[in-house]
Each structure stands twice: as C-alpha cells, then as structure tokens.
C-alpha cells in the first residue's frame, strides 16, 4: 500500500489516504463529504483522469479525511522533496513540500516572500488575525480560570491569573489598531 505522503500524484494521495482512514472504497470518502462530490468524481481524480480539482473539492476532501490540505497537495513525508502538482507556474520550481506548507499557511517563515508592499502587508495582517483569535481565546480561558480560582480556591493563584489576563487584554488593545 502506498503511504499518502510519499505518493507521487493527488489522486493517489487522496487514495492511500482515504484507505488509511479506514475507508475502504471511493463511495465511503463520498459519503464522508455528503452530496457535494460523486463517486465517479472521487474516482476520476484518484485514478488521474481528473487532475484539476476545484478549491471546494479540494477542501471538501481533506476535511472528510481530517487532514490538512496540504497532505492532498504535497509529498509530505518528504518535506525536501520538490511540489509536485501539475500547473504551477514556474514562481514555485524549486518549492519543497515543507515550504509550500508554510506559504500555503502564510507563515512567516515561508521561504516565498512577497516583494510588494501589498503582499508583506496582507502577511502581516494576516498574522496578526492569529494572534487577535488566539488572545480573544486565552482571555476566555483566564477568566473561567480566574471565576473558578475566585469560587474555590481563594488563594495567590487569582492575582496570577489576574495579571495574566491584563497582559493578554493589553496585547489585544495593541492589536486593535493594526487590524481596524
């Protein structure tokens, strides 16, 4: 059997995933995605009749096997190996698996950088989106702890977590301006 990362086309990706998902024919990942994509469809790409698959099937795909795009679109198991998909201009000749997750991603450490003004900006606003949700969750978070130290604890731990949360609201106080 062929292991998803190592193999060399997304159909057959999408195949040694679907199996290794415990997913034994193309009617099982159409069932996994609901009406959105057929049988034949399924099979047309993993067989590499269909290799240009629309955004939506893409993502309908990798969500139904739980596994991020990326593992569809690269050699994964390889991060040094070059990308693979058919149709790529040649701005990515030279794109190893592992850096395309990250430009996919819009990692700051993606290999690709923009070189326009436009494009650094949107990767900067982009991460700092991130960091807006993950704060808004770590200020959900301490409160609940802070709620539940107050109600049983009644100890030094409220003022830790107390001082954690104003740091956490301060950073998203810095954050606002950039993103409005």
Same mark, same amino acid.
């Given at each position: 059997? @062929?292991?998803? %990362?190592?193999a060399k086309a997304i159909g057959s990706r999408i195949? !040694?995933?679907?199996?290794? =998902?415990?997913? =034994?024919?193309?009617?099982d990942l159409a069932d996994a995605i609901g009406g959105s994509m057929t049988?034949?469809?399924?099979?047309?790409?993993?067989?590499? =009749?269909?290799s240009n698959l629309d955004v939506s099937q &893409?993502?309908?795909i990798a969500m139904a096997l739980q596994v991020p795009p990326s593992y569809i679109l690269a050699p994964m198991d390889d991060p +040094? !190996?070059?990308?693979?998909?058919? %149709? /790529?201009s040649s701005a990515f000749d030279g794109?190893? *698996?592992?850096?395309?997750? $990250?430009?996919? !991603?819009?990692?700051? +450490? *993606? +290999?690709?950088?923009?070189? @326009?003004?436009? %494009? =650094?900006? +949107? /990767?900067?606003e982009l991460n700092a989106l991130r960091e807006w949700h993950s704060l808004k969750r770590e200020i959900r978070?301490?409160? $609940?702890? &802070?709620?539940?130290?107050?109600?049983?604890?009644?100890?030094s731990y409220a003022s830790q977590t107390q001082e954690r949360l104003r740091d956490a609201q301060r950073s998203i106080s810095r954050l606002g301006p950039l993103l409005n």
């Open positions: 059997m @062929t292991k998803f %990362g190592s195949q !040694a995933l679907r199996r290794s =998902r415990g997913m =034994r024919t193309s009617k049988v034949s469809i399924i099979e047309n790409i993993e067989l590499g =009749r269909k &893409l993502l309908n +040094s !190996a070059p990308v693979d998909l058919p %149709g /790529l794109m190893t *698996a592992i850096e395309f997750d $990250a430009w996919l !991603a819009s990692l700051e +450490s *993606a +290999s690709y950088s923009s070189t @326009t003004l436009h %494009g =650094r900006n +949107s /990767l900067v978070r301490l409160q $609940a702890m &802070l709620r539940l130290e107050d109600e049983f604890l009644q100890s």
